[in-house]
């Protein structure tokens, strides 16, 4: 009896020990850790997340933890989750070269292409046959010039890479961008012959022989990816998409809603099926698929951001509002989100708060022309022209084949009187898209600024000849007519025009506005 006691003593004090080094900050983080490798491992990357997150908790800069954080909300594509996180994992880990290649994969989709290359440049200094990188570096390339260097790189290292399916891909679509069909379907057949059953490769030939005009080629390629990948796969949904692309939406929707009925986990379908609600301004459709995100994920970034937009177009600014300072709270600097707001603040009558959000937007993403065309417009509208001048400006400097931006920008030039920079940015319209008849038409405005009515009557005629219907060509000329005490006239060139288009409610409408300012009844 005197022997055990001391025993049993010795036994529980051990066991307490034993049980607060368990309960203890490091040994939880420690489990946490090990249970978000367990199910990454597994694929589960949303049970995942909570496991590191759990462990960022207890230390808030864990390397290990927030860069597992980084790929399991990647690998969910949660990609501004995950682009916050990836930024600090570099920052604490910066030679783990996973973490680069991410990286330039966002903000290549973010067409953010600069800061693509900075990434893939850090890996290629080190190991110039990365292949991954080598592949992203070439995404990035967008210039002729980038594009030849981007091509040099990858026959520098065919040797090596000769038997690799996304090498011959990689080097096809630069091929494509520089517009040698011949040489593009080479590379893709010699991809195709390594790996006849790839979805990857599949996808390509369906672009390629749709972008040949071959619809029937692209649609057999598209529906050989689908067969040979998941239920509700981004892949399926890539053929829902050519249908939608092509004239056949009732196709596109079906596939999709039986993607969804096979599958309903399949989260990117739902999402597709809400965005074309969306367009459609099928409202209440649009919200029946959010649901099933919301569900899965009650915090999901996409998913709230998806429900602000219907609630901004059912015109509930407040309920919008809400959802995308929901988006905002979890992903400050989500650019859409920002635009978004913008736009349910202006439907509300908040115009000052509103360009504030869409300033933000720009500012963070450059490139989004509808943050950039809207800020711009309301900018022009409130009087704040030369800002609205500086932003367009730099749109059509990164994207001078964005047609839309030259005509506000011309209209941003005009308000300022300063017709010779309008005049050219409407030849710099005309140069890009010659069969846009608004470069014409806006030509002939800058005119009639600098008092040259001929020469603005040849360009508003000339619009008219590239589009027949088009209203405002027709109005300005006109106007022009008028003033020029030539109303007959006036009235004969539009009944004229009127002619070509006879279901046209404007032409009539205009007509009619001519008889009238002549006194006929």
């Known amino acids: 009896m005197r022997t055990t006691r001391p025993l049993i003593l010795l036994a529980v004090v051990l066991l307490a020990l034993v049980s607060g080094c368990s309960r203890s900050p490091e040994a939880r983080k420690a489990r946490y850790l090990e249970r978000g490798d367990r199910y990454y491992a597994r694929q589960q990357y949303r049970e995942a997340v909570l496991e590191y997150r759990n462990a960022l908790r207890i230390d808030n800069n864990n390397a290990k933890a927030i860069r597992q954080l980084a790929l399991a909300h990647y690998q969910l594509g949660e990609l501004a989750q995950a682009f916050r996180f990836l930024l600090k994992a570099q920052e604490l880990e910066p030679e783990n070269t996973e973490i680069p290649l991410k990286l ?45 260097a981007a091509i040099r790189r990858l026959e520098a290292v065919r040797a090596d890479f000769d038997k690799e399916p996304r090498f011959h891909l990689t080097l096809a679509a630069l091929l494509g961008r520089k517009g040698d069909m011949a040489a593009t379907e080479k590379e893709l057949q010699a991809a195709q012959a390594l790996e006849p059953n790839s979805a990857e490769v599949h996808l390509a030939l369906g672009a390629f ?30 053929l829902a998409d050519f249908y939608l692309a092509t004239g056949r939406p009732d196709e596109g929707k079906r596939l999709l809603t039986e993607m969804t009925t096979k599958s309903p986990d399949a989260l990117p379908a739902w999402r597709r099926l809400a965005e074309i609600a969306l367009a459609e301004g099928r409202w209440e459709d649009a919200k029946t698929a959010v649901g099933p995100i919301l569900k ?4 999901s970034v996409e998913g709230h951001l998806l429900l602000g937009r219907v609630h901004l ?64 417009r309301v900018n022009i509208q409130t009087g704040a022209i030369q800002p609205a001048i500086e932003d367009l400006e730099q749109l059509v400097k990164n994207q001078p084949s964005f047609s839309n931006a030259y005509p506000l920008l011309a209209a941003a030039y005009l308000a300022q009187k300063r017709p010779a920079e309008a005049a050219q940015v409407a030849r710099k319209l005309t140069t890009t898209a010659p069969k846009d008849a608004r470069g014409p038409d806006i030509l002939g405005l800058t005119f009639i600024a600098q008092g040259k009515p001929a020469e603005a009557k040849q360009q508003f005629e000339a619009a008219l000849a590239i589009a027949p219907g088009y209203i405002d060509p027709l109005n300005h000329l006109a106007t022009l007519m008028a003033s020029e005490k030539q109303l007959d006239a006036a009235i004969q060139r539009v009944a004229k025009q009127s002619a070509q288009v006879p279901k046209s409610g404007a032409h009539q409408t205009l007509l009619g506005d001519l008889y009238m300012v002549r006194g006929d009844a």
């Open 209 to 238: 022989y749709g972008q040949k005009g071959a619809l029937a080629d692209a649609e057999r390629e598209f529906k050989a990816a689908a067969s040979v990948s998941p239920p509700g796969s981004a892949v399926q949904i890539r």
């Open 104 to 148: 330039a994969t966002v903000y290549l989709l973010a067409g953010k292409a600069e800061d693509a290359r900075q990434q893939t440049d850090r890996i290629l200094q080190k190991d110039p046959k990365n292949l991954d990188a080598l592949i992203l570096s070439a995404g990035a390339a967008t210039t002729p010039a980038e594009i030849d």
């Open 313 to 376: 177009g059912q015109h509930d600014s407040g309920g919008a509002n809400q959802e995308f300072r929901t988006v905002l709270k979890a992903e400050p600097r989500f650019a859409a989100a920002h635009y978004y707001l913008g736009l349910a603040l202006l439907q509300s009558g908040d115009i000052q708060q509103a360009k504030a959000e869409l300033k933000e937007a720009v500012t963070i993403a450059p490139n989004y022309v509808d943050a950039v065309m809207t800020l711009a």
């Open 296 to 299: 899965k994920n009650p915090a």
